[in-house]
Each structure stands twice: as C-alpha cells, then as structure tokens.
C-alpha cells in the first residue's frame, strides 16, 4: 500500500512540472509580442485595422501591413493582334481533283497506273471488259448499217422519181427512214463517246480504256485487275494536281467573329519543324458542322515542290490586324458570382470593385471589353487579400 501511494504522488509530481514548463513556454512567446503591440504592465493595446470598410469601398490606413502586400499599376492600352489557333489537314484543291468512276459494269483488265505515280491528261489509268461496251459497239454498228441502208434507198427512189417510176410519196418515205437512220447512228455514236470509247485495243477493239481526265498526282488507287466493279459512281482512280493545296482549319463557333476572308494565317507542320509558313484565309464555311460545331476555313497554299501532301496536320494561328485594346494583367482579375472583377482605386490606397468584361486572355494579359477605359489604376496582385472582405 505504501508503495503504491509513491507511484501515485510522483506521477501528480510529474503532471504539476509538465504543465508549469508549458506555462513557461507560452509567456515566453506571447511575452515579447506583448511587447512589440505597447503593452506595458500587463496591459495591452488594441490593434490597429489592417483595413477599414467605407461603403463599397476598401480604406488601407498608414499602418496597415496590406499596403506591403498589394501591388497597384496602372492600365495600359495596347496594340495587340488577336491570334486564334486551330487545327487543320491539308487537303488537295477541290477545283484540281478528279475522282474516276468506270463509266460502265465490267472486270477490270488491266491497271496502268501506281499510286503517287504522276500522269498527263490523256494517259491511260485501267482498262475494261463490258458487256455495256460490247452492247454500245453493236447497237452503232447495226445503226450504221440501217444509216447506209437508208441512203442507199433514198438514191434510189429519188432516181425512179426523175424517171417517173417512183412517186413523190415514195422519195418522202424513204427520207424519213434517212434521217430515222441518221439519228439512230448518231445516238449510239453519242454513247460510245459518252463511254471513252476510242477503239484503242486493236487486239480486242471491245475493251474500253479509261484516261485521266487531267494532269496531277494519282493520290487514291482501288482498281485491281480482275476486279469486276458494279457501282459506277464509286471512283476508282483520284487524281490531284497537288501543285497548290488548301490546309482546311476547323474553327469553333467562339472564334468566328474573328476569322474572315483574307485574315493571314500562320502554319506549322510536324514533318518541317521550325518552319512557318504564310497563308491567308479563301472562305469561311456557312455552315457549322452539327456533330463537332466548328466550321471549316480554307487556306490556300503554293505547293509546287509537293512537300506537303493531302493528309498531314497543321497547327495554325490566325493574325488580325493590331488593334488598340485595354489590358491588365490576369492577376488582378477576381471572381465573384461568375463575374469577373476588379479593384480600381479611386483614392490613395482606397480601392472599390467594379466588374469587367473579358475579351479574351493573351499571354498573362486580359483584354478588356467593357468596364476599363484605360485611365484607371488597379491591384494588379494581392487583390484577393481583401476580396470578400
């Protein structure tokens, strides 16, 4: 019993001990605070505001600390020119490409041309067995026929007519079956020129051969030979004159208002890095897409070294023309009910809030479009100190 009566007096020993060094502790910090805040005696003085509400308005006095911590500058206006950046693809001319269907069903023969391969107006592309064909060179060669027929027999009546044998009606009939014939023959020979048919293959004069139908670069190629093809509006053969390409840039709605005909544009394309190059903007797109809500804009480019080919990205900037505008730096824009606002002083180290409307955001500057008129002065840092005060 009396050895447990120790262990309990040393331990409250111990507890009394702990909890005078913590006293100790604490006058020892709070002592010289004390102190630098002109207590004297044990008394201690109020502490001066570091800010004093007068209205709306936000008063900083002499003494206050805050005045060590907010920055004010001036507003600026500025010359800036507005860049908008965008994706795009380049793209061959849609004026410089031919996209070439077979003009009838049929099994393709033979394919004369290689993708990427670059051909002239006129060349041959691929060939083509079709029944088509056969049908359009024989309906011109019964048409032909039926043509010389007729002739022959309109001679014929027109002699028995200057003899007396034939009668005036007889010379008519066999005129209208002339000319019958002619428009016959001159309808299948319309066909077969509709066709491409020249008669080339002196082998087999029933195989059709399909040209280009102008000079450029053979950039999509899906013939084969023994393929037999079906849909004739489903080209086979594209060719592009690739000597001038457009970069269509897709643009959002936001950006439109800025991006007009004949603003310069400014391109960057992976495979060429550090390079620039300079275009300026053809059209506008009246049409926004439904599904990605952007608009395509055409950007026209000289490409006679071919460097760039239909497919590759680019990374552009459009430039407008330098406009003065209102700026601040970014910093001294606060939030307060999703508006944007900022401090604006209107006396020495007195400063209200006044909300502003941003243009858009360049760099570490916020162009201002309503709220600023460029002779003001605001916090430009620490505003958020005394915002919501």
Request: net charge negative; hydrophobic share 45%.
């Amino acid at each position: 019993m009396r050895l447990a009566q120790i262990d309990w007096q040393g331990r409250l020993d111990r507890r009394r001990a702990s909890r005078a060094w913590v006293r100790a502790c604490v006058v020892s910090v709070l002592a010289p605070l004390l102190i630098c805040c002109g207590g004297s005696n044990g008394d201690v003085e109020a502490v001066a505001p570091t800010f004093v509400h007068d209205g709306d308005l936000i008063r900083i006095p002499d003494t206050s600390p805050l005045r060590a911590s907010l920055v004010v500058g001036a507003v600026e206006t500025k010359a800036l020119t507005r860049v908008v950046a965008a994706p795009g693809v380049v793209q061959a001319d849609p004026t410089r490409l031919a996209k070439v269907a077979p003009p009838a069903s049929g099994k393709i023969q033979q394919v004369f041309v290689k993708l990427g391969q670059t051909v002239k107006q006129g060349d041959p592309l691929f060939s083509l067995d079709s029944p088509d064909v056969d049908q359009a060179i024989a309906d011109r060669a019964r048409a032909e026929s039926a043509l010389l027929l007729a002739k022959k027999n309109l001679d014929r009546q027109k002699d028995f007519l200057d003899h007396g044998i034939a009668s005036q009606q007889d010379v008519e009939t066999a005129e209208a079956a002339y000319t019958q014939a002619a428009a016959e023959s001159a309808r299948t020979t319309a066909r077969l020129n509709g066709l491409g048919y020249r008669g080339e293959n002196k082998g087999d004069p029933s195989i059709l051969i399909i040209h280009a139908p102008a000079a450029g670069s053979v950039i999509e190629l899906i013939a084969s030979p023994g393929t037999y093809v079906n849909d004739v509006a489903a080209a086979l053969v594209t060719v592009a004159d690739i000597s001038v390409v457009v970069v269509n840039a897709q643009l959002p709605e936001r950006d439109l208002a800025y991006v007009k005909p004949g603003v310069s544009a400014k391109l960057e394309f992976a495979a060429f890095p550090n390079t620039v190059v300079s275009g300026a903007v053809s059209s506008v797109s009246d049409v926004i897409a439904a599904d990605t809500r952007r608009a395509s804009v055409l950007i026209p480019l000289d490409n006679a070294d071919k460097r760039l080919k239909p497919g590759m990205f680019a990374a552009i900037k459009f430039e407008e023309e330098e406009v003065p505008h209102v700026v601040v730096p970014t910093s001294a824009l606060l939030q307060s009910g999703g508006e944007n606002v900022v401090y604006v002083e209107t006396g020495p180290w007195v400063f209200g809030p006044r909300n502003v409307s941003v243009d858009y955001q360049q760099d570490d500057l916020a162009i201002i479009s309503r709220g600023l008129d460029g002779t003001e002065r605001v916090v430009i840092k620490g505003g958020v100190i005394i915002h919501g005060q």
